[in-house]
């Protein structure tokens, strides 16, 4: 695409990147296809053609964005299925990034959508507030029903909705040793995560400790920054690339690592993106680059590993990788071929590539199509007549489980079983069943 960006625009450095970005575009349109809000809305700016050229003309006319334009950026998910797609390998995620910066710092949103983006902001990244938030969410739950019917109280309802019925108890956060070492690797502690469902990080510990790593939770390492670049809030999502790069770095300093592991792949989609996102700060940029190379996610790191699968459990896995895994990190299939490993039946929804609308706060800012997306995810899984799901991503867990008759799992949890580990307790209901569950509720083939 024909850019016109003057000389002096471009000696801002994301500036740079966009343009960089928007060049590469040669207008196929191939990526339309496979764009979750182009799929459901089908308008041409709710696509990622559309929206880089809305971005183009936002930022290379340096705009005051538009109501109608922000709407459009706002509706896209992130979830880079068209960074898969294209052929002209447009990066659209440093491009999408830049653009929420420059919507948030130029345009001023109605208050009701100031205060709940501030909320989400200052409560998702901190466990000790998230608890809060969700034992008072907890109590509210019952309002759901009555926020749904007003227009402006709906991003309430979804976030009641989404509020687990019984709140886990707190994680445990010790450092745990391998019975024969092979290495040792820090865990990311993360935010949400351990609050919502700390049998994911037990599970991983004890994976990672039966592979023959140690396994660490660097001091002072927190919320990756995710949540809150989704939000367009730059200077906070530095401020936590930053200080978790020197966290990790006092750990490569002392006893040294052999990776960064992450559960949670939205997490290490950005983690991976440290080097880029501080490249321009003299004090983090090399540190920061380490720290992206030593980032792996779970799975990427345990299909290298060795691990002792000796049991088989007779299940059917219905297996949906997050987007972030596919597209984010094209790990596209290492969930499946671990699953397989440790011996269980694996199958593959129908549009497996399509986002579940989960998107980190997207399914609490735009209730209604992160639903449709959901309600249209749990089908294609529904059709697979499995006896659970599995998912690489605490995020997607949350958004599936609300709609699926089946449990819903993080790949580690039943790997960790199959290798002689827990039993994860919502498959309790499986076993002793001629039929499962899961049967009785799939469709009539
Ligand atoms: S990131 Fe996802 S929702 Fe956004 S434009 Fe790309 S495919 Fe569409
Ligand atoms: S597939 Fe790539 S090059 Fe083609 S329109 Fe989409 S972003 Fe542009």
């Known amino acids: ?214 396994v660490v939770f660097a001091a002072g390492e927190g919320c990756c920054g995710s949540l809150v670049r989704h939000l367009g809030r730059d200077a906070d999502s530095l401020d936590a690339a930053r200080r978790n790069v020197a966290a990790w770095d006092r750990e490569l300093a002392g006893e040294g690592l052999d990776a960064i592991i ?23 940029a090399d540190r920061a680059a380490r720290v992206s190379a030593l980032a792996q996610d779970i799975g990427e790191f345990l299909l290298k590993a060795d691990l ?10 219905a297996c949906q990788p997050a987007c972030s895994i596919q597209h984010g990190q094209k790990l596209a299939g290492v969930s499946r071929r671990l699953l397989e490993r440790a011996g269980f039946h694996v199958r593959t929804p129908a549009e497996v590539h399509l986002c579940c609308g989960s998107a980190g706060t997207y399914n609490i800012l735009q209730p209604e199509i992160a639903g449709r997306l959901g309600d249209r995810k749990v089908a294609n899984l529904a059709r697979l007549g499995a006896d659970v799901i599995a998912t690489d991503n605490i995020g997607c867990a949350v958004q599936i489980a609300a709609r699926a008759a089946l449990p819903v799992l993080h790949v580690v949890e039943l790997l960790d079983w199959a290798s002689g580990g827990v039993k994860p307790d919502v498959l309790a209901q499986i076993e002793g069943s001629a039929e499962s569950p899961a049967k009785a509720h799939a469709p009539a083939a």
């Open 1 to 214: 695409m024909r850019t016109e960006f003057s000389a002096e625009q471009l000696a801002d450095p994301a500036m740079a990147t966009s343009e960089q970005a928007i060049r590469k575009c040669v207008h196929c349109g191939f990526c339309t296809a496979t764009c979750p809000t182009y799929v459901l809305l089908g308008d041409e700016l709710d696509s990622p053609r559309g929206r880089i050229y809305l971005m183009k003309d936002m930022l290379e006319n340096e705009r005051t964005p538009s109501p109608e334009v922000v709407k459009h950026i706002d509706r896209c998910l992130s979830c880079l299925s068209c960074m898969t797609t294209c052929p002209s390998g447009v990066n659209y995620l440093h491009l999408v990034d830049h653009a929420r910066a420059y919507i948030e710092e130029r345009h001023r949103r109605p208050l009701a959508d100031r205060l709940l983006r501030s909320v989400l902001a200052g409560v998702l990244p901190h466990p000790a507030r998230l608890r809060v938030a969700l034992a008072l969410a907890r109590l509210a739950r019952p309002l759901a029903p009555l926020a749904e019917r007003f227009a402006g109280l709906r991003p309430i309802a979804a976030m009641l909705a989404l509020a687990p019925g019984r709140l886990p108890a707190r994680a445990a956060q010790v450092n745990a040793s391998a019975p024969v070492r092979r290495g040792r690797v820090a865990l990311l502690q993360g935010c949400a995560e351990p609050v919502l469902r700390p049998e994911i990080r037990a599970a991983t510990v004890r994976l990672l400790n039966r592979a023959g790593y140690d």
């Open 262 to 284: 992450v559960t949670a792949s939205g997490c290490g989609t950005t983690i991976k993106d440290y080097g880029f996102m501080l490249r321009d700060d003299p004090a983090f």
């Open 308 to 317: 002792p699968f000796d049991q088989a459990p007779p299940l059917t896995v």
